[in-house]
């Protein structure tokens, strides 16, 4: 989405830690919108847009490695990486989805192999990316009064145990007058489920 004449960009970067076994138990970090929000003086945003973008600084390039997986002989193996963005801090991320209430966007990463190193064969490896963004989910942005949260979690990313990684966070979004039919609008969806 190309930026409108009224629209803010804000970025951020959250750092967020990966066990030795590849895996980080959900995590938040807050992108701070007090300077654009706030319920008293009717400012709000419209959040348009959302991009994420992993970085392992240890990595070549500081790339994220498109192979999640660690390969091991004659063993199959996944890895999972959900980011999602929300005004609503859950306790699980099993419970994140598109139609989650105060769920602005939600990107996944899944990696599945299957291994057969040890007898001399190969090994085959399916790599998705899916993103819901905010275009798909809001097309006329996502109003917001509050700061909002980024999550991360990540399980059997072996390719890189215990190490400190980066997410680099990109929103685009127009400030707008806050009305009483917005929060009205704002509570009815987060008691939708």
Do not use: W
């Amino acid at each position: 989405m190309a930026k409108g004449a009224n629209d803010v960009i804000l970025r951020d970067r959250l750092q967020f830690d990966i066990d030795a076994n590849g895996n980080t138990a959900l995590v938040y970090g807050r992108v701070d919108f007090s300077d654009y929000v706030s319920i008293v003086e009717n400012k709000g945003l419209a959040v348009k847009e959302i991009r994420f973008n992993l970085r392992a600084p240890t990595q070549p390039n500081g790339q994220f490695p498109l192979n999640m997986i660690q390969l091991l002989a004659a063993q199959n193996q996944e890895a999972f990486v959900k980011i999602f963005a929300t005004t609503t801090a859950y306790e699980l991320v099993t419970d994140v989805g598109i139609a989650s209430p105060n769920v602005i966007c939600v990107y996944e990463m899944q990696e599945h192999s299957i291994n057969d190193i040890a007898a001399g064969g190969g090994y085959m490896i399916n790599h998705n990316d899916i993103f819901f963004g905010t275009p798909d989910l809001h097309p006329e942005g996502y109003d917001v009064v509050t700061d909002l949260l980024i999550g991360i979690a990540l399980d059997g990313v072996t390719g890189l145990g215990a190490v400190t990684c980066e997410l680099d966070v990109m929103i685009i979004a127009e400030p707008k007058k806050i009305t009483q039919k917005d929060l009205t609008q704002m509570l009815t969806q987060a008691q939708d489920l």
